[in-house]
């Protein structure tokens, strides 16, 4: 039986939360096995039309340094990462209407022809976008709803709505796009009845992806004083998200890592099976700054082959 509102809100105060941990990774076995899929992820704009408040690239911060890829470095970037062995990459920006459709369709078309799955995750664009880009060869979109409260929503969104967010995520699910969404924990202003509601979104949408990692305020933005999200908190959702999708992908995400590192070890045994490496080259990788966080020098072969033991260490299959 899964959940209802009342049960997850009732779930994600428990005091003890180890039996839901044990029951998130016995679903996570039984349906989806123990390979955990590593995905590349090439970060290849930060310039931003919008003005998100939580995050570094918002446009009303002026202190960034704004870089946006060519398309030949991102073809080089990705041939880099097929060649060590990755096979999904997620191609992740600001929303930056410079990359019009056809031009990151061009790309698409040229990475998906090297028998490489490519994830786009470049924000709210119109529909026909999605339905050009599918025809291109990409079959995964990630577009995080963020928060399911309407009013929390249009206070850190001064630029948009949930509904034409969530109106994107049907669209992209309709489109048959493997269809990614997720949100933040720890949102000044979010409770748990809010994180329950950001759960049922998930189920409701009937996402086959969803990225759930803690907030992390970031010093160039509005909530630059605020406190950052419970690690522990988020790999709770990510349980509870196990228990409502069974078949989801999850990863267990950078900002979960960035706060906590034996977290992220741990989400791995509460459901996720996920997880992204940067590929970015470095002389960008600490542009794109959505957060503060440490970042070492990329190496595409050495970081996965890293990661490749790491996964192996706790017992998992890499792919
Ligand atoms: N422009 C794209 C990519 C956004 S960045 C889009 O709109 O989808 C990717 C994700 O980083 C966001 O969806 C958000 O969930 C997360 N993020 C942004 N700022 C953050 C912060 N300060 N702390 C933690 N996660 C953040």
């Keep these: 039986m899964t959940p209802d ?5 009732r779930l994600l105060a428990l005091e003890d939360f180890t039996p839901v941990y044990a029951r998130a990774d016995a679903v996570r076995r039984e349906s989806v096995g123990d390979t955990v899929h590593i995905r590349a992820i090439l970060e290849f704009s930060n310039y931003c039309r919008r003005q ?26 990705a041939r880099a990462a097929h060649q060590a062995g990755y096979r999904t990459l997620v191609m992740q920006s600001g929303e930056d209407p410079w990359y019009t459709k056809e031009l990151l369709g ?6 998906t ?10 924000g709210e664009r119109p529909h026909g976008d999605f339905a050009y880009w599918k025809q291109c060869g990409a079959t995964r979109y990630l577009l995080k709803h963020e928060t399911a409260d309407p009013v929390l929503y249009d206070a850190l969104h001064p630029c948009g709505t949930l509904e034409a967010r969530v ?27 809010t994180i329950a509601d950001d759960l049922l979104l998930l189920k409701d949408i009937g996402c ?7 907030f992390i305020p970031h010093p160039a933005t509005p909530l630059a004083h605020q406190s950052a999200g419970d690690p522990a908190l988020a790999t709770r959702a990510v349980a509870l998200a196990r228990l409502l999708l069974p078949a989801a992908h999850l990863p267990a995400t950078t900002s979960l890592g960035v706060l906590d ?9 509460c459901g996720a099976n996920v997880i992204m490496k940067k590929v970015t080259p470095d002389a960008y990788k600490t542009l ?29 299959n890499p792919l």
């Design 261 to 269: 590192d034996a977290e992220k070890q741990h989400v791995f045994s």
């Design 113 to 122: 022809s090297w028998d490489m799955v490519v994830t786009l995750s470049v």
């Design 167 to 193: 109106g994107c995520l049907r669209a992209l699910k309709a489109l048959g796009y493997e269809t990614g969404s997720g949100f933040m924990i720890g949102l000044p202003g979010q409770t748990l009845s």
């Design 52 to 77: 998100c408040r939580y995050c570094g690239l918002n446009r009303n911060n002026r202190t960034a340094h704004r870089f946006r890829m060519t398309p030949e470095e991102m073809l080089a970037t």
């Design 288 to 316: 794109y700054e959505i957060y503060p966080a440490q970042l070492g020098h990329t190496d595409i072969p050495a970081e996965r082959r890293a990661l490749e033991q790491q996964i192996r260490a706790l017992g998992r």
């Design 208 to 214: 086959d992806m969803a990225g759930i990692g803690p």
């Design 5 to 9: 509102r009342d049960e997850l809100i």
């Design 106 to 111: 061009e790309v698409v078309k040229e990475i």
